[in-house]
């Protein structure tokens, strides 16, 4: 049952993130840098705080109690994390939609989810899963198969994205990866998957805190809430940085202002995106307590964000039009993730 329960956390996570971007694609006359940073200060710096306060009475004396290395490390991959979540879009913009999310999801999948174990492979710690559990025990190896399953799924995905962009008008195509550069591409994608699983190591490494708000008898469901305070602060410094720059050199500071853009619109909707957003992780912490293992929380989690992310795509109509094998590849690429994330399960449950 707590299997169950902490999959079905998952897919809540996984939804929100595969749909938070749905509300920005509303906001009229604003740059993206300005849309984006405002969505994120919800994302980071008010709600994340705001839900800690619900959850985890308290939670600022256990941040002052943490010792000072805890802060840092947590608040570095938090940083990290923000470059990966910045290099996202250049390399979707040198690949096309399809080949770049496989690249970094993939890449993000694959770090996110093996490297804690084989850190904590050289610095033990009760409770915490080493990648020598992981191929010496009969749930770990199901554990390691299913990411191989959903790495799988995920170039399936790809693949069909890549099909279809054939099967698209010069036109098209032209609008779509009018700058396509695969070297450049694979490296800054290869990057960007990389630097986005810092936000796993960032909540290992916070983990400290967590068990202080357990240990101080409150529910074990939530926490990772007051992790995400410090680590999302990290991720709030790379990208204010990077949105301000870009204010400036595209003098859009003007839009936080402008009275003939839906002003209040904007606000709201950003404001949305970035709760939506924040929501991602907040289910994801419930889904990891249930399940207790770093590794199997993160690939179900990257693949119930691919899967969310196809299914818009469908109600989007992305895939009309398309030949008969471009959607039986997509499909068997949903169908391989979704199996995937059952043998994932299924090796938990064993654990």
Known sequence: MQVLLGVIFHFIGGFASGSFYMPYKKVKQWNWESYWIIGGLFSWLIVPPLAAYLTIPGFVEIIKATPIDTIKYTLFFGVLWGFGGLTYGLGVRYL??????????????????????????????????TFNELIGTTWGRIVLVGVLICLLGIYLSGKA???KEKEMTEIEKQKSVAEFNLVKGLVVAIFSGIMSACFNFGIEAGKPMAEAAVAHGLNPLFQNNVIYVILLWGGLATNFIWCFILNTKNKSFGN????ETPLLKN??????AGTTWFLQFFFYGMGESKLGNGASSWILHMAFIILVANMWGIVLKEWKGVSKKTKATITLGIATIILSVLVVGYGNSLK
């Open 96 to 129: 096309g939609m399809s080949l770049g999310n496989s690249v970094v999801l993939g890449f993000c999948s694959a770090f996110g989810a093996l490297v804690p174990s084989i850190y904590y492979n050289f610095n033990p710690t009760q409770g915490k899963t």
């Open 267 to 272: 606000y709201l909707l950003s404001a949305l």
């Open 256 to 259: 936080y202002t402008n009275k």
């Open 161 to 163: 994205g890549m099909m």
